[in-house]
């Protein structure tokens, strides 16, 4: 048997300002955008070329998961967005308007910068050594 992760669910605030910062601003691949009722939608984003690993953007309903957003995994960096190229990406990140909490920093296991989707949500931009 075969297993993979296919999806992670973000609480976002609103459908399509989430498509604009995730398509637009970042460069990640809609790759679902379907409507499941007058309110409900399916909505699927990937990184270019891997369309089977995505973040699947679920829009708060209820009070409950409207207090989650951009707190999901309890202030904790909870995703982590890996390139080949730290400086390349973190320059055309910054002049896209993405806000990063610090500046670029050398770990033992790469370069890395924090920095937070419009909802709140921390991500490391990180390259690996």
């Given at each position: 048997m075969t297993q993979r992760l296919h999806a992670v669910t973000l609480v976002v605030p609103d459908y399509d300002t989430a498509i604009a910062f995730y398509v637009d601003t970042l460069g990640f691949t809609l790759l679902d955008d379907l409507r499941l009722s007058a309110s409900k939608r399916w909505v699927r984003v990937?990184?270019?070329?891997?369309?089977?690993t995505s973040l699947l953007l679920a829009r708060a309903d209820?009070?409950?998961?409207?207090?989650?957003i951009g707190n999901q995994t309890g202030g904790r960096v909870g995703f982590f967005l890996a390139t080949d190229d730290f400086h390349r990406?973190?320059?055309?990140?910054?002049?896209?308007?993405?806000?990063?909490?610090?500046?670029p920093r050398s770990e033992v296991y790469g370069?890395?910068?924090?920095?937070?989707?419009?909802?709140?949500?921390?991500?490391?931009?990180?390259?690996?050594t």
């Open positions: 990937a990184l270019p070329g891997d369309d089977a209820t009070p409950e998961q409207q207090t989650s990406d973190h320059s055309a990140m910054t002049a896209a308007g993405v806000t990063f909490e610090e500046s370069i890395v910068a924090v920095f937070r989707d419009p909802f709140g949500n921390r991500w490391d931009l990180i390259q690996f």
